[in-house]
């Protein structure tokens, strides 16, 4: 079983940055991609960004590609979404899920693992 933790949510004036954090702490994520994934009150859950096993291959939904770039730190087996340049349309629970699998490409309905989501809010 995996669990993990999302953290570094909160409020912050449009343009303005934010680091999430995605941990396990009782087991190894060292063989999952893992992805962040969003959902802003009245919508669907979709997708953000994801990252291989080996970091090595990312992907990145178009509406954040340039501004949120997702990495990882096997040594702290934790996964980060950096979000600069963030605007009011990027305000939403952040989820991270993870699979099991060598592709960097996973999708919802296919994830193994969520957390618990952290909430993001950009407003002046």
């Known amino acids: 079983q995996v669990q993990l933790v999302e953290s570094g949510g909160g409020l912050v004036q449009p343009g303005g940055s934010l680091r999430l954090s995605c941990a396990s702490s009782e087991r190894s994520i060292h063989t999952y991609a893992v992805g962040w994934f969003r959902q802003a009150p009245g919508l669907e859950r979709e997708f953000v960004a994801t990252i291989d096993w080996s970091g090595g291959s990312t992907y990145y939904a178009d509406s954040v590609l340039g501004r949120f770039i997702i990495s990882r730190d096997d040594a702290k087996n934790t996964v980060y979404l950096q979000m600069d340049s963030l605007k009011a349309e990027d305000t939403a629970v952040y989820y991270c899920?993870?699979?099991?699998?060598?592709?960097?490409?996973?999708?919802?309905?296919?994830?193994?693992?969520w957390g618990q989501g952290t909430q993001v809010t950009v407003s002046s």
């Open positions: 899920g993870a699979k099991d699998t060598f592709r960097a490409r996973i999708y919802m309905g296919e994830v193994d693992y």
